[in-house]
């Protein structure tokens, strides 16, 4: 994936048991925890202990030591659904009952799915004005 900034995507990965992201202007909230996660891959072992939250979400990891933002299936399926075009080869997040924009997950040719937020003027961000839009003025 040389042709892509890993730190600019997120990648949606089945096979991870949690969320982790680096670049910091995606995530919410960051702050130290108590509890402290050693995350073991087949890259060797890194201590996190920062979480940050993105949308208002249940806490994610957060560390500016890791290479690229990682939404976990098993965490994304506890609040959206998750399909799979095989046919466009991308996962869809639906995120349109929350009024917010679907994500669609596009495959690299590393095989790997991933989102650029940058390119679809995307931003975990909810502001005032975002959360007034589906009520009139009355």
Known sequence: MKDINLCQIILLDNQSTMSLFCNRQLVTDTHRTMELLILKS????MEVEHVGSIEKRAEIWYSKNAITN???VKDVMQSNCITYDSYNEAFVIWREKANLPNMIFCMHSSGLHFFDPRKEGFSFVITVED???PFSKQ
Not at 42 to 45: A, V
């Open 131 to 133: 959360n007034m839009k």
């Open 42 to 45: 087949n890259g060797g072992s």
């Open 70 to 72: 990682i939404l976990s």
